[in-house]
């Protein structure tokens, strides 16, 4: 009987070893994502495919899963797990856009850029009538200026900030040349004639009758009134000061010597309709600080009228009365600083 009971115990043992489950096999699964957010790695059962989600890295795009460092082996998503294994993220990288915004000049074509990648501004050809250009900004209330090259990590628009350029030209009533009457000397009269007539004022002369009336100095001093000859150049300074020319000028209109002023006081008379009687010099030249024992002066006089300002090409409209350049014509800021300053003889007209 105890024989018979060994072997149903046995029996049994062996009917209950084989109905135990298999023990399942597994593989672990690592990520290197390479420059992306870390992802843990994870066990997998042999032939079954690995399930994980797409990677993020800031600026690039998720190409897949490679199965080799040199990603020459892509990843499927219904490969099956064999063994154990580490997955290579492939990665490109994004592009960001540069755009300007013109604010009323010609469009600028966009830029693009590999994100990361170094912008520096072009040299843009960009204008705009009647503005001058100020500069690049990051913002539309001008605020932010562009001041340097920067790595691109995002889309960016530039914003394009223009200043309405002063443009002011006073009407010539009556262009005077001197040498229609045989004048060697003499542009302080052609010019306050010009400027007198452009304001309204001695209408009812030519320049033959009102040199006639210029005023002569009373101690051979051009500060008391016109000194030296009209028709031939003596030893002496053949010219008058605007003390003296102001005075006279006062007889016919409005006059101020604003001599000594800055440029931008040149300026603001021509934005109010005011021409200006300025000491310049011949065509321009160049020039030198003269002391006299009256005070001082400058080589190459000639005396002109101001008659406008182009912020736009930084000139200034002057009335020779030497007749060069036909007697009206534009010259530039520079050129007329450069002599003016060294006397800036002025006198305001209205």
């Known amino acids: 009987m105890k024989r018979w009971c060994r072997l149903f115990l046995i029996f049994v043992l062996m009917i209950s070893a084989g109905c135990s489950p298999k023990q399942s096999v597994q593989y672990s699964v690592s990520f290197d994502t390479r420059g992306g957010e870390q992802i843990m790695p994870v066990m997998v059962d042999k032939n079954h495919p690995v399930e994980v989600e797409d990677p993020v890295r800031e600026g690039y795009t998720f190409e897949g899963w ?20 580490v997955l290579y993220a492939s990665w490109s990288k994004q592009t960001r856009t540069i755009s300007f915004e013109t604010n009323g000049a010609e469009p600028i074509e966009p830029i693009t850029l590999k994100y990361g990648e170094s912008f520096s501004m072009p040299s843009l050809t960009i204008s705009r009538e ?48 001197q040498k229609d009457l045989g ?34 100095s009373t101690d051979g001093t051009p500060v008391t009134g016109f000194a030296g000859d009209l028709w031939t150049d003596t030893e002496q300074i053949d010219g008058i000061l605007p003390e003296a020319l102001e005075t006279w000028a006062n007889n016919y ?61 930084n000139s200034f409209l002057v009335a020779d009365p030497t007749g060069r350049n036909d007697g009206l014509y534009w010259v530039s800021y520079k050129t007329f600083q450069n002599v003016w300053t060294v006397y800036p003889g002025a006198v305001e007209i209205w």
């Not at 052609?190 to 040199?211: E, T």
């Open 66 to 85: 490679y199965s080799s460092p040199d990603l020459s082996a892509k990843w499927d998503k219904n490969d099956k797990v064999t063994e154990d294994l």
């Open 253 to 313: 209109g409005s006059a101020k010597n604003i001599s000594g002023c800055e440029m931008e006081d040149l300026i603001s008379c021509i934005l109010e309709g005011h021409p200006v009687v300025v000491w310049l010099t011949n065509a321009f030249q160049a020039t030198q600080p003269v002391n006299y024992p009256w005070g001082a002066y400058k080589t190459n006089v000639c005396v002109m009228t101001l008659y406008g300002y182009d912020e736009g090409n």
């Open 183 to 216: 004048l060697v000397n003499g542009t302080e009269a052609a010019s306050l004639l010009m400027a007198l007539q452009s304001a309204g004022h001695a209408l009812d002369y030519n320049f033959a009758s009102f040199i006639k009336n210029i005023p002569y």
């Open 130 to 177: 009647g503005y001058g250009f100020q500069g690049w900004f990051y913002d539309r209330n001008f605020t932010n200026p562009y001041s340097g090259s920067f790595d691109v990590t995002e889309d960016v628009t530039f914003y394009a900030e223009w200043k309405e350029l002063t443009y002011a030209e006073i009407k010539v009533m009556n262009l005077i040349n």
